[in-house]
């Protein structure tokens, strides 16, 4: 009787610490990073569903971010390598900070925003489920998709041309899709990949085409090749090399092959962007010279062509273009560097990536295509190190 009694006050305690262990470790999993990513993924949602007022949520991140810093800490700071370019565009835009429009402001909080959050946490420990975060994006791609057409009752209606670079579809959610598809290739899961490149059709930014197939390239290369091509001193001439490519471009200096191989006139083979382009150098007064060192400031040419075309805001669609007439050559050549050079291949890959999108639309003031990349990259120190580990006991086994 005595041992039965023994024996249960054993189970008790047992059971007790092990609900202790149970609370720790359920703690331990809304702790610091882990809730600040569950803030990020609602704002996101909030931000994007179309509610009177829900689209400024995604403003209040850093605040968050602050009080679960204060709270649960870790309290340290970080500085990610992958955060460093966004870090030097807020520091450089601060000294013209003064004079910007109220759309300037808005963009250096953007800016701000996903590098302070950076700053504050580290996700390289947290534990993603890739195939939850593709459920989140499509659900949000149907979200978005629904209210954009009008209703479910106009899905009939839907059209996709590739060759017209048309989509009823169309959004910046195709952006988000790339990204993962890229980051799942590179995990070697193929399938989720694939599923996730089809929404970026279905979503419609022809540049993310452009940027998987490029990248896609480069990562099945032979091994050599594939390390030469993602060297950081060759992923940023091939990026500052594009940016005079897109100048020149502007100029007219490729309107004749333009017409011969794609048959349309370069404006509308770029979708209005030459034009867009061919005014914000006009308007900037651009030559190779004057922009080596400085540029306008922040938000220099955006201000400028707001108040040229008597419009409230404009984007130039090119956010190589806008850094480099805002900050001039230094400040942007800098930038490309510190944003290709990663440690990994594969982050350099995802940074090349997002690089080459970068040459054809606003994507740095898209939180939820920015935090994202950023999340995801290191997501993919994570993936390596644990291979790493893995490839190390498989060894260390066979050696046994």
Request: proline share 2%; net charge positive.
């Amino acid at each position: 009787m005595l041992i039965d009694k023994e024996r249960q006050a054993k189970q008790v305690r047992a059971s007790v610490e092990g609900s202790g262990v149970a609370i720790h470790n359920f703690r331990r999993s809304l702790s610091g990073p882990m809730m600040v990513l569950v803030a990020l993924l609602l704002t996101m949602m909030l931000s994007l569903s179309g509610l009177p007022g829900a689209r400024w949520s995604i403003y209040v991140l850093p605040f968050v971010a602050t009080l679960v810093w204060l709270s649960l800490g870790p309290h340290k700071f970080h500085a990610p390598r992958e955060v460093w370019p966004f870090i030097l565009l807020v520091i450089v835009s601060l000294f013209t900070l003064y004079a910007a429009s109220v759309d300037g402001w808005k963009r250096f909080y953007f800016l701000f925003e996903y590098g302070f959050v950076f700053i504050l946490f580290s996700f390289y420990k947290v534990k993603i489920d890739i195939r939850k975060l593709v459920a989140f994006f499509v659900f949000l791609f149907i979200l978005t998709s629904i209210r954009s057409m009008g209703g479910v009752q106009n899905i009939s209606e839907l059209e996709v041309s590739i060759l017209e670079s048309y989509s009823s579809l169309e959004s910046t959610l195709a952006f988000c899709f790339g990204l993962i598809g890229l980051h799942l290739i590179i995990k070697r899961r193929y399938f989720w990949a694939a599923v996730c490149i089809g929404f970026s059709i279905l979503g419609l930014k022809r540049i993310v085409l452009v940027a998987i197939a490029i990248t896609l390239i480069v990562n099945f290369l032979p091994s050599a090749g594939r390390k030469f091509v993602t060297n950081p001193i060759v992923l940023t001439v091939l990026l500052v090399f594009a940016v005079v490519v897109t100048i020149v471009f502007a100029q007219g200096g490729f309107d004749q092959l333009v017409i011969d191989y794609a048959g349309k006139h370069p404006n509308a083979f770029a979708m209005g962007r030459q034009t867009l382009w061919a005014d914000a150098l006009r308007i900037a007064n651009y030559n190779w010279q004057d922009y080596f060192i400085f540029g306008m400031g922040h938000s220099g040419i955006t201000d400028a062509m707001a108040n040229y075309y008597n419009m409230p805001r404009i984007r130039l669609h090119n956010d190589a273009l806008t850094i480099l007439l805002d900050h001039g050559w230094i400040v942007t050549s800098v930038f490309l560097f510190l944003l290709v050079n990663l440690k990994l291949e594969a982050q350099r890959l995802m940074a090349f990536f997002i690089g080459i999108i970068f040459l054809t639309d606003n994507v740095i003031i898209y939180q939820h295509v920015m935090l994202l990349y950023l999340i995801l990259q290191q997501q993919v120190e994570s993936y390596r190190s644990e291979e790493r580990a893995e490839l190390t006991s498989r060894n260390q086994w066979r050696a046994t």
